[in-house]
């Protein structure tokens, strides 16, 4: 052998390492779109300029 790879196996090496970085792109894509959901939930909570949530805790005239 020459070290020549057939055409079918040369476009499965090639395809393989393209279908991996798009998966990991798309894992990284999702992964920090989901740190910036919880991280502006958290701001819009703490300095929200809406009204705030009423307490848990029932509250008995006496």
Do not use: E, H
């Not at 279908?19 to 919880?38: D, G, H």
């Amino acid at each position: 052998m020459s070290g020549i790879m057939p055409p079918a196996n040369r476009a499965q090496a090639r395809r393989t390492p393209d279908k991996r970085a798009r998966s990991t792109l798309v894992t990284t894509v999702v992964l920090i779109l989901l740190a910036v959901m919880i991280v502006r939930d958290i701001l819009v909570r703490r300095w929200g300029l809406g009204p705030q949530p009423p307490s848990d805790v029932t509250q008995r005239s006496l």
